[in-house]
């Protein structure tokens, strides 16, 4: 969590998510390994020795925990969930319960 929040800070860095996603998920790689954090990072063409310091100094510690307090104040327990207003969705859905949220949530159709 704290070298996706490192991550973020750099160009291109947004990708991070789903290049963990794809590297723990498709690739089968323990992404509990700083080397293989690290080679998510090069494969993205972000700067590996950037990446390794945000781990070893932990700067990113109290932006991380900081989303975990915000998510216990939304009552957040699992992941992903889905708030449009006050309403919530959790856990993978399929797309017409996504959109029923969208819509009572106030979105309106473009057509």
């Not at 990708?15 to 509990?32: E, K, W």
């Not at 998510?40 to 990113?60: H, I, Q, T």
Request: hydrophobic share 40%; glycine share 10%.
């Amino acid at each position: 969590q704290e070298l996706a929040k490192w991550a973020e800070t750099q160009p291109g860095g947004e990708g991070i998510h789903d290049a963990l996603y794809r590297a723990y998920f498709v690739d089968g790689l323990n992404i509990a390994l700083v080397d293989s954090l690290l080679g998510v990072v090069r494969r993205m063409g972000l700067p590996e020795d950037e990446g390794r310091e945000a781990l070893v100094s932990r700067r990113f510690r109290e932006a991380v925990d900081l989303d975990w307090r915000r998510c216990r104040e939304f009552g957040i327990t699992a992941v992903p969930t889905f708030f449009v207003g006050s309403q919530a969705v959790v856990g993978a859905q399929p797309y017409e319960v996504l959109e029923r949220l969208v819509q009572t949530g106030g979105a309106r159709s473009l057509s």
